[in-house]
């Protein structure tokens, strides 16, 4: 088959490789039908996830069909229409009888595996460990692009920004960083029933995507956006700050708008440590939160975006053929300059 | 003044009647500007509520115009519009302090005490007892009427049927009685993050109703709803029942198309006992609630309302001035002939 | 092998049987060290339970040594010690996934198979299915009898009754009905952090037996009952009230004394309806919940019994070997007669 | 009347000060009968607390006697034996509602004034603003000793170690520092069912202490901290890791011992800013959590006491008659030394 190789720093190619097998009695074998690029797999592709090794299929993000299953396999079968999460889930361990895949168990701690500890599944066709307490099946009546960012980056935000966060029925939020995973959380946040969303970014064309995205203000990032947010809650704070950036100044601007008793929820990828100032903070009662998503809300947002309450597809802003994904990786990799959110790549 | 005065069972006029006046030290004195009727009312005035005695003034939903304060109070002034809501709140008995002021012990075990144990709000001035701890400012840039329901209505379905049935985000529920309380419910559910609302009501006209309230789904009452509302849910059935009528038939509905682990919640005010089938419902992990609103959530309907995220003001299809309430009692009491949902009635 | 088999209503026999073997990949045999009797296997013995049919081996409750692994197995290993519950999970429906295994649909709608649907453990062997889901394993420093009873009593009385009825710490709660179940609950209730725990039931003995596992005051059941209840919490009513019986007038005086904003949690297996008085309870915030054990809290329960905080082989008040497993059905059969709580049966 | 005065830093004097009077009509006049010190009024002495001015009356733990009440105070009365807590709450503003009354914004936004920004409870008498919405009566059968530290102690250990932390029965958690707070934490954090208690001190008498309060495994503070906790729970880490130091190095260790998933709730007081490694716990699904206490638990604290389920007395290892209260600071002061946790005073 053809596969997104990794080559070592700064490499890949669209490439032949193996198909891939059944190895344990719990696999199921997927035909990819539709993928994705996440952040994350530029990152590898920058060299700073050393566990990717050379010869790594790349991606952690499909929707496909069903072409073989292992022995102990009896709920899902040939000709399954599924939804691979980014987050494999053993089903056994104590983190993953508790929602908690992201660390389970059963995959060596962490449950992100596909495109880093095995290969990934921006290929023809992908081994799917776990499957039966991992994979989603996909309803008929909705397409692959309604449901591919449910994968990962929809859940992301729900459950690492707005459920970690505490999201309520008419909470102010801010969220600052309007890229695709704060896009996400806006969108869920206002599903949670947030009454207002206030987008942080220094991009206009992405507080511009914000306001489609659920951002009920828009707030432009630098100096003055700390008091411009303290203004907007006549100088109260916002009951929740999502930090959707990953940089140490988003991270401080995120404690110094919370109000008393409100949750800072980090959803970003931070490379470096911060200054936490916690002779302000320790007597403000404010919550902090990490978290890398478990993939426990899927089912949440497939019902909704079946429904059509969420419009995840929305964020697919440029479409490719799989044969054309380098050309997709280029767009992706320079996405401010094309404007792009997400890419759509289709078999 | 001049104040819709309850006489004995079958009898109601707009009369006069001595101005309010001060009485303890946390009272305000509160001129009202917009009022409305409740399903309660006509209970009273069928004689169903022997607690209201004579002589007593109607009404327990306001908006207003504060005209005095007593001694205690320092947080409201003269000038200042507030929301009046049905519950009033000492503040500081065990129930007030955990939001539970529907049981309040300062005012003897209840807290609806307007047009029940003292003078109500159906007036052109009222005395609001507690007033700090009950009544809320209410912003300048909404109307009356985009509040005025979240005197009772509002909190009644959110509380009783949302909270308590624990909607969570891509839930299916079915609301069971398409009234104004079930609207409540409905509007609320979606805010909460419902998916699919299933409104069951006998009267096509309501259905109508409920889907501009949020409902997804309408399915006629009688015999065939129960399989109707299973056969949506592929014979699952749905996370959240809520009761809205107040009878058995439709109680025994609720706990009929629960599903395991969920939640049956009464909003409904029931006259008579029901058959409770524990014999099949003992091994269903199910949840049954009951409940007068407090109140609690006045705050967060009004950050909703005034962000355009619920329209309550939509319950209000029928309008009157105040010395024509007899008119509007009229189209209230006989609300299916005209159609109506609730009354607004302004000074 | 021997084992004990159900024969049609009233005949059951320590009989020779097939031994097991693996059917599916997932399954493991265990050789039985400890095993129990529950109440419901007298009631399969009345002929109660249709679905057992003649020839079914009963017994849902051991710890046991695995013998042997099916394919897909990788997480236990012949020689492990395990305690096997009384329900099973899947792992993999939408109810084990959120730990409502009570309705494992894996397993057809049921999570209680054994000795119901498939054999049981009261036997020299067993068939266990879905096993990494399912048990879990025993620490060396724990001895058979200190985690035989968290199979199912002691889950069942804090998931059902303590989780279900929402204790917190500090709470007044009445559990009603002292029997083993009952004892579970009061068990759990104090670890919960209960500050008084009202116990009642008509026997004296049980009341003994009450006080040593916890409850702070007991109550004689009868007439009496309500009245002395509400005397202790000076009229106001108990937090919880926990039904541990199964008759409708112990749930009439669980509804009867639970205070506004409590809950009224359902132990007991009820076979019969009862009257539910919504004409009073509309308005009184109240919940109630019924439930069949998931096991979800086994984990937590095995944590507590190896630091000794809970000592649930407190429960096992007669002892005896595998062959003289009729011995125990007739003790535990007439368990008043004896002052019997729970058996305990050793290979 | 007689009163610790606080005359700039490094002064305190027992002195002659004004009797306090009813200023607002929601005050009442309380005289003291039992007093303690806190830590705070030491940083107090030490200039470290701007806010608190030359011949301010310090102190804010007491039980006393209602000896007047405000015109607007009703559900108390001359003569009544009440607990003044640490903390006042206005019970009307938005903070208070909700129970975190540390924040009232009645109060100026900070429920902490008595010995602060008005005279305290180190006295003979002392005004209590917003008495009925702050101060709890004191049932006849418990004694001033077994409540006292119910001002604010126990409910700080409590609210801000044990529910912000989330412990729950069965859980592992480490209280880093085993003075007073981190006593009560471990006390509290028993009562809420926690399995092992780890307790982590550089003082083996604070150790010693710790077996008293309910700790189950010891660690002494140190380089070898970390390894030695992370040995106890196999390396896994515990469920709730919690601060009750204050400074960064105990912080770090804490975020470096919690599990995945996990907590760190932050107890002690921080003069300095600390590094939070966000570049390896953004992975890591953690809450960090910091808070000043509200008091909302005193109820349930209380009720424990009566019934005996904690004994919060024993923090009171040192007696002392009001006017000895110099003495008694000097104990306080050097607590180490004289092996001291906390020093009751009375009148």
Same mark, same amino acid.
């Given at each position: 088959?053809?596969?997104?190789?990794?080559?070592?720093?700064?490499?890949?190619?669209?490439?032949?490789?193996?198909?891939?097998?059944?190895? %344990?009695? =719990?696999?199921?074998?997927? @035909?990819? %039908? =539709?993928?994705?690029?996440?952040?994350?797999?530029? +990152?590898?592709?920058?060299?700073?996830?050393?566990?990717?090794?050379?010869?790594?299929?790349?991606?952690?993000?499909?929707?496909? =069909?069903?072409?073989?299953?292992?022995?102990?396999?009896?709920?899902?079968?040939?000709?399954?229409?599924?939804? /691979?999460?980014?987050?494999?889930?053993?089903?056994?361990?104590? +983190?993953?009888?508790?929602?908690?895949?992201?660390?389970? @168990?059963?995959?060596?701690?962490?449950?992100?595996?596909?495109?880093?500890?095995?290969?990934?599944?921006?290929?023809?066709?992908?081994? /799917?460990?776990?499957?039966?307490?991992?994979?989603?099946?996909?309803?008929?009546?909705?397409?692959?692009? @309604?449901?591919? &960012?449910?994968?990962?980056?929809?859940?992301?935000?729900?459950?690492?920004?707005?459920?970690?966060?505490?999201?309520?029925?008419?909470?102010?939020?801010?969220?600052?960083?309007?890229?695709?995973?704060?896009?996400?959380?806006?969108?869920?946040?206002?599903?949670?029933?947030?009454?207002?969303?206030?987008?942080?970014?220094?991009?206009?064309?992405?507080?511009?995507?914000?306001?489609?995205?659920?951002?009920? +203000?828009? /707030?432009?990032?630098? %100096?003055?956006?700390?008091?411009?947010?303290?203004?907007? =809650? %006549?100088?109260?704070?916002?009951?929740?700050?999502?930090?959707?950036?990953?940089?140490?100044?988003?991270?401080?601007?995120?404690? @110094?708008?919370?109000?008393?008793?409100?949750?800072?929820?980090?959803?970003?990828?931070?490379?470096?440590?911060?200054?936490?100032?916690?002779?302000?903070?320790?007597?403000?009662?404010?919550?902090?939160?990490?978290?890398?998503?478990?993939?426990?809300?899927?089912?949440?947002?497939?019902?909704?975006?079946?429904?059509?309450?969420?419009?995840?597809?929305?964020?697919?802003?440029?479409? &490719?053929?799989?044969?054309?994904?380098?050309?997709?990786?280029?767009?992706?990799?320079?996405?401010?300059?094309?404007?792009?959110?997400?890419?759509?790549?289709?078999?």
């Amino acid at each position: 088959m053809k596969a997104l190789v990794f080559g070592g720093p700064g490499r890949r190619s669209w490439d032949t490789a193996d198909d891939p097998s059944i190895i %344990d009695p =719990t696999d199921v074998i997927v @035909q990819i %039908d =539709t993928t994705t690029i996440c952040g994350t797999d530029l +990152h590898i592709l920058k060299g700073d996830v050393p566990a990717v090794t050379d010869g790594r299929i790349l991606g952690h993000e499909a929707v496909g =069909t069903i072409v073989e299953t292992g022995a102990a396999v009896s709920s899902l079968k040939k000709g399954d229409r599924v939804l /691979v999460p980014a987050i494999t889930s053993c089903g056994r361990c104590a +983190h993953c009888k508790v929602g908690m895949a992201a660390h389970c @168990q059963g995959a060596g701690g962490i449950g992100w595996i596909f495109g880093h500890l095995i290969n990934g599944l921006q290929a023809e066709y992908a081994r /799917v460990p776990f499957a039966e307490t991992s994979v989603h099946l996909v309803p008929d009546d909705v397409s692959d692009e @309604q449901v591919l &960012f449910l994968s990962d980056i929809l859940p992301t935000g729900y459950e690492i920004g707005v459920q970690k966060g505490g999201v309520k029925p008419g909470d102010t939020i801010a969220v600052v960083g309007a890229g695709p995973v704060g896009l996400a959380a806006m969108m869920t946040a206002s599903i949670a029933g947030a009454a207002r969303i206030i987008a942080v970014d220094l991009a206009p064309s992405r507080l511009r995507h914000a306001r489609s995205f659920g951002a009920t +203000h828009t /707030v432009a990032g630098g %100096d003055a956006a700390r008091e411009e947010i303290l203004a907007l =809650t %006549d100088g109260y704070g916002v009951d929740v700050a999502m930090e959707a950036v990953g940089v140490p100044a988003t991270f401080d601007l995120c404690t @110094q708008v919370v109000r008393p008793g409100g949750t800072v929820a980090n959803i970003g990828v931070h490379g470096a440590p911060t200054t936490l100032h916690l002779e302000e903070l320790w007597i403000k009662n404010i919550t902090i939160t990490t978290g890398l998503v478990s993939g426990s809300t899927v089912p949440t947002l497939l019902a909704l975006a079946r429904e059509g309450r969420i419009e995840a597809e929305k964020l697919g802003t440029h479409h &490719f053929k799989l044969d054309q994904i380098e050309q997709a990786y280029d767009v992706f990799g320079a996405a401010d300059k094309h404007d792009a959110l997400k890419v759509v790549i289709t078999a």
